[in-house]
RNA sequence: GGCCCCUUGGUCAAGCGGUUAAGACUCCAGAUUUUCAUUCUGGCAACAUGGGUUCGAUUCCCGUAGGGGUCACCA
């Protein structure tokens, strides 16, 4: 068998979709779980709709989720001479025509609910009136001639075989008025061209793959195998589901990326929207894994609702997994950023680690470090602890001195001092790290104990936080 | 609306004629922990529906319903 060549062919929108992402993913495994070819093409033939610095963000995106294609990028706007020439032939062969209708024309007949569509107005023009209308420089496309009758059909790889009637096939425009080729026509010169073996791509384009085939049957050329994949879908807080789209959140892996996923585990997470591994339950997948374990045959049809909770959960896992100092590294630039000098940053960016599910979710996890939130004395109560806001008024006036007196403030020392003073006053050690606490932490929940806290505030913020809870007692 | 595709718990999913219908996320309960988190147990929850085919259908076929896609000088 010929080496599988597939590729990923985005357009330039200054965004990477995860839709899109994914199916690059795929692409790629495709062909690299076979030790097969993988190509990029850039494809901006769309003049209207070019944005600047966008090929960036898909190389960039490309590089740091370990998608690597071979040799260099094509670049559609630079082979504009070629897709003109293929065009040509199959003017000449008669399997396409110029069209000289107008954009008003052709908006008139869209409206008309009885034609809906391009009606073949200029089908069969006859040659020296064709000749005449170039001659004068008339505005023209190129559109692919569709045969009337009969149907076209091909296989699948995932979705099986795809019969279309050929009535329902519209003669598509090859070559806009502007010269440039339409996605419908320069891809699949493009897929030839360049050898590509396996078209995977989003199923919207199931239907449509019947007029490609046709191109491809109208050149002679072989057809190339067709994996179609179910698209990536959303669900709104009604509980609708469509096309993942901005309504939905974050939808391109640059958001993501900003909000503090990491790329591993973006990639990790939408290899499994639509894939499943054969023969294990396992989770998670390094690159160099999927490309081992990878099967076409574990496609999916059915679209996947992308589930923002369950990326938390891969994130929150790669996080944990993270070596300290490289999650530091990226921890301790948010903390430097939102705390006062005297916080230690690197006790709480520890303190952190197993907490956070994204980065972006730190700034909220320590307001309470950043501000004093307003104290409410209910939170000194406590069931299981059997603490009041009396008795934690006592323990805390208690303790106060002796921590005020503590000359090493590491959690170890504050804890063994404030253990020291549970077990000589006969009090029980969960009531008295209640209690501190609660006066230094000022909510219900915070990320530590008592004295983990008291080591990141250190020992000035934490004797004020004291003070202050113990007059807020009276 | 025409055409095409899809349909296992709330979500991702395994299953490919005979199973107590896996597993993961979420959620709940319990244990451990100086709270929370981590960790460890356990639990709730599914084959859209009606007909066939078959000794037997979640698995195969048809209809219905629901969802999605597509009908551009966008890709």
Same mark, same amino acid.
């Given at each position: 068998?010929?080496?599988?060549?597939?590729?990923?062919?985005?357009?330039?929108?200054?965004?990477?979709?995860?839709?899109?992402?994914?199916?690059?993913?795929?692409?790629?495994?495709?062909?690299?779980?076979?030790?097969?070819?993988?190509?990029?093409?850039?494809?901006?033939?769309?003049?209207?709709?070019?944005?600047?610095?966008?090929?960036?963000?898909?190389?960039?995106?490309?590089?740091?989720?370990?998608?690597?294609?071979?040799?260099?990028?094509?670049?559609?706007?630079?082979?504009?001479?070629?897709?003109?020439?293929?065009?040509?032939?199959?003017?000449?062969?008669?399997?396409?025509?110029?069209?000289?209708?107008?954009?008003?024309?052709?908006?008139?007949?869209?409206?008309?609910?009885?034609?809906?569509?391009?009606?073949?107005?200029?089908?069969?023009?006859?040659?020296?009136?064709?000749?005449?209308?170039?001659?004068?420089?008339?505005?023209?496309?190129?559109?692919?001639?569709?045969?009337?009758?009969?149907?076209?059909?091909?296989?699948?790889?995932?979705?099986?075989?795809?019969?279309?009637?050929?009535?329902?096939?519209?003669?598509?425009?090859?070559?806009?008025?502007?010269?440039?080729?339409?996605?419908?026509?320069?891809?699949?010169?493009?897929?030839?061209?360049?050898?590509?073996?396996?078209?995977?791509?989003?199923?919207?384009?199931?239907?449509?793959?019947?007029?490609?085939?046709?191109?491809?049957?109208?050149?002679?050329?072989?057809?190339?195998?067709?994996?179609?994949?179910?698209? !990536?879908?959303?669900?709104?807080?009604?509980?609708?589901?469509?096309?993942?789209?901005?309504?939905?959140?974050?939808?391109?892996?640059?958001?993501?990326?900003?909000?503090?996923?990491?790329?591993?585990?973006?990639?990790?997470?939408?290899?499994? !929207?639509?894939?499943?591994?054969?023969?294990?339950?396992?989770?998670?997948?390094?690159?160099?894994?999927?490309?081992?374990?990878?099967?076409?045959?574990?496609?999916?049809?059915?679209?996947?609702?992308?589930?923002?909770?369950?990326?938390?959960?891969?994130?929150?896992?790669?996080?944990?997994?993270?070596?300290?100092?490289?999650?530091?590294?990226?921890?301790?630039?948010?903390?430097?950023?939102?705390?006062?000098?005297?916080?230690?940053?690197?006790?709480?960016?520890?303190?952190?680690?197993?907490?956070?599910?994204?980065?972006?979710?730190?700034?909220?996890?320590?307001?309470?470090?950043?501000?004093?939130?307003?104290?409410?004395?209910? !939170?000194?109560?406590?069931?299981?602890?059997?603490?009041?806001?009396?008795?934690?008024?006592?323990?805390?006036?208690?303790?106060?001195?002796?921590?005020?007196?503590?000359?090493?403030?590491?959690?170890?020392?504050?804890?063994?001092?404030?253990?020291?003073?549970?077990?000589?006053?006969?009090?029980?050690?969960?009531?008295?790290?209640?209690?501190?606490?609660?006066?230094?932490?000022?909510?219900?929940?915070?990320?530590?104990?008592?004295?983990?806290?008291?080591?990141?505030?250190?020992?000035?913020?934490?004797?004020?936080?004291?003070?202050?809870?113990?007059?807020?007692?009276?």
């Amino acid at each position: 068998m010929a080496d599988i060549v597939t590729r990923f062919a985005p357009s330039p929108t200054g965004f990477m979709h995860i839709g899109n992402l994914r199916t690059a993913l795929y692409s790629y495994l495709v062909s690299k779980s076979q030790g097969g070819k993988f190509i990029l093409r850039i494809e901006d033939t769309d003049q209207v709709r070019l944005v600047e610095g966008a090929v960036d963000v898909i190389l960039d995106t490309l590089k740091v989720t370990g998608i690597e294609y071979d040799g260099e990028p094509y670049i559609q706007s630079e082979r504009l001479d070629i897709y003109k020439e293929y065009a040509q032939k199959l003017i000449d062969s008669g399997n396409a025509y110029y069209c000289f209708c107008t954009p008003e024309r052709l908006e008139s007949l869209k409206n008309d609910k009885g034609i809906g569509g391009y009606d073949g107005h200029c089908r069969n023009l006859p040659p020296d009136e064709i000749a005449k209308n170039l001659a004068e420089g008339k505005p023209y496309v190129i559109r692919q001639k569709m045969p009337d009758t009969g149907t076209t059909s091909y296989d699948d790889v995932v979705y099986g075989k795809v019969e279309i009637d050929n009535s329902e096939l519209r003669d598509q425009i090859m070559i806009k008025a502007d010269g440039f080729p339409t996605y419908n026509f320069c891809h699949v010169v493009d897929d030839y061209l360049m050898g590509v073996t396996h078209v995977v791509r989003g199923n919207e384009y199931l239907t449509s793959t019947p007029k490609y085939c046709l191109l491809y049957d109208a050149f002679g050329w072989e057809r190339p195998t067709y994996v179609h994949l179910p698209l !990536l879908m959303g669900k709104d807080e009604n509980g609708n589901i469509s096309k993942l789209a901005k309504r939905h959140g974050a939808v391109s892996f640059q958001d993501l990326v900003r909000d503090g996923y990491l790329p591993e585990a973006i990639v990790n997470y939408i290899a499994l !929207l639509g894939w499943c591994p054969k023969n294990t339950n396992q989770e998670f997948f390094t690159m160099d894994e999927l490309k081992t374990e990878f099967s076409i045959e574990g496609l999916s049809k059915s679209p996947a609702v992308f589930d923002y909770e369950k990326l938390k959960w891969f994130n929150s896992e790669y996080i944990k997994k993270m070596p300290v100092d490289q999650y530091q590294q990226k921890a301790l630039p948010v903390l430097d950023e939102l705390c006062a000098d005297y916080i230690n940053k690197t006790k709480l960016a520890e303190l952190l680690h197993t907490r956070i599910s994204y980065f972006g979710e730190i700034p909220e996890q320590i307001q309470f470090v950043t501000t004093r939130p307003p104290m409410s004395t209910d !939170l000194y109560t406590n069931k299981k602890n059997k603490t009041t806001p009396e008795i934690c008024r006592e323990i805390l006036t208690e303790v106060l001195p002796l921590l005020e007196s503590a000359e090493d403030w590491s959690n170890d020392t504050l804890f063994a001092v404030l253990k020291e003073y549970a077990v000589s006053h006969g009090k029980k050690a969960g009531a008295v790290m209640w209690a501190v606490r609660i006066a230094i932490g000022r909510q219900a929940v915070t990320p530590g104990g008592a004295t983990e806290l008291m080591e990141v505030f250190g020992k000035g913020e934490s004797i004020e936080r004291l003070k202050l809870a113990i007059s807020e007692l009276v």
